[in-house]
């Protein structure tokens, strides 16, 4: 079993930044693609990026990219989201995944999740 932690979602500006972080229990954090998604009020959860094992790989939604950077730390157990240039609809529910086992793209993919971190982005 993995556990997944949120931290780090807020109420910010738009063209703030914020960095969530994402905390795994287990030993075997190192053999996981770990990936962010989101989720807008009454709308479906997306992807949002996703980092390989060793960090090698990043992918990303193309609605963040060069504004977005994921990155991790296995000595930590931590994956991170860097939001940089935050727009209103940016706003939503943010979401860490775990061991994807299909397309890093897609939710149903994933087989372990957090509980999600607000983050809010005002005009």
């Known amino acids: 079993q993995v556990r997944l932690v949120e931290s780090g979602g807020g109420l910010v500006q738009a063209g703030d930044s914020l960095r969530l972080s994402c905390a795994a229990s287990?030993?075997?954090?190192?053999?996981?693609?770990m990936g962010w998604f989101r989720q807008a009020p009454g709308k479906e959860r997306e992807f949002v990026a996703a980092?390989?094992?060793?960090?090698?790989?990043?992918y990303y939604a193309d609605s963040v990219k060069g504004r977005f950077t994921i990155s991790r730390d296995n000595a930590k157990n931590t994956v991170y989201l860097q939001m940089n240039s935050l727009k209103p609809e940016d706003t939503a529910v943010y979401y860490c995944?775990?061991?994807?086992?299909?397309?890093?793209?897609?939710?149903?993919?994933?087989?372990?999740w957090g509980q999600g971190t607000q983050v809010t982005v005002s005009s």
């Open positions: 287990g030993r075997t954090f190192n053999s996981y693609t």
């Open positions: 980092v390989t094992r060793n960090g090698g790989r990043t």
């Open positions: 995944a775990a061991d994807p086992s299909g397309s890093y793209y897609q939710m149903s993919s994933y087989k372990y």
